[in-house]
């Protein structure tokens, strides 16, 4: 499906240069979006997206950014300005805290990542943002439907889950000053995810969940089926403010199932 809004603009993917990202970069730009995407450390694989980006007869850069330190993200929007002039649509993908190293140098990094760098990484793209702009924030079922009754836990996800789910609250919360600058904010809550880390990460630390959830007898989604979710959330006119987009039933609670 085509999404006019998109053509022509200016998105940023955080996070872009694999799964999630990486799959949601070149969908924007099939619908004529130009891409900015940020990576860690795997500048050659982030090229590698940008150039399959470009394929599509748009504009595409890179760059690095650590989004846990602020001048990174200030540097960042610093550059969006002067390469393309604004931005019209943040896409909040990056997130993280199964890694150990970086939770062993500081247990704090789950919260950090997924709550405190999406606050001032949204905080520093608003003032580059015209009224129309979009927001989408990427989330988990654990994470969305963190301490609902009959949700599905991960021991090894857990602290992914709570800290993405403050995350999510957080975000929430700026919904009244977002209106103000007639910018929408909406959000993706997806399954596991096949062709990302995360389903890798939880069978290394919990062997046995990828079988358990085959054994369901529920496909899980893909990347492809997130960057489709998130192109609508960014494209569709119809979109209500904070709306949710579910992906994949499988994670979340019995009571939310199909609604």
């Known amino acids: 499906m085509k999404y006019p809004y998109l053509k022509g603009k200016i998105a940023l993917v ?30 050659a694989r982030a090229e590698e997206v940008a150039e399959e980006v470009r394929s599509h007869g748009v504009r595409a850069m890179t760059m ?85 009754e009959g949700q599905e836990r991960i021991a090894a996800y857990e602290p992914v889950a709570y800290s993405k789910y403050e995350g999510e609250k957080a975000l929430l919360a700026l919904i009244p000053r977002l209106e103000q600058h007639g910018i929408r904010l909406n959000r993706i809550s997806g399954d ?21 959830r085959s054994e369901m007898g529920t496909p899980i989604p893909t990347v492809h089926d997130m960057a489709v979710a998130v192109v609508k959330a960014c494209g569709d006119d119809k979109m209500k403010q ?7 039933e499988a994670g979340m609670p019995t009571s939310q199932v199909s609604k």
């Open 242 to 248: 904070g709306e949710v987009i579910y992906v994949g």
């Open 192 to 212: 596991m995810v096949e062709g990302t880390i995360t389903p890798k990460l939880l069978e290394r630390a919990q062997p046995g969940t990828l079988k358990s």
């Open 64 to 148: 690095a950014v650590d989004l846990t330190v602020r001048q990174d993200v200030d540097s960042l929007m610093k550059a969006i300005k002067k390469e393309f002039g604004g931005l019209d649509v943040l896409i909040l993908n990056a997130s993280g805290g199964m890694e150990k190293d970086l939770v062993a140098e500081n247990p704090d990094y789950p919260l950090l990542l997924n709550r405190d760098a999406q606050l001032w990484t949204l905080q520093a793209a608003l003032p580059l943002m015209p009224k129309g702009g979009r927001i989408v924030f990427i989330t988990s079922h654990w994470a969305h439907f963190y301490g609902q």
């Open 14 to 43: 955080t996070g872009g240069s694999r799964g999630i990202g990486a799959a949601t970069a070149v969908a924007l730009a099939k619908q004529g979006a130009n891409v900015v995407l940020t990576y860690r450390n795997k500048a």
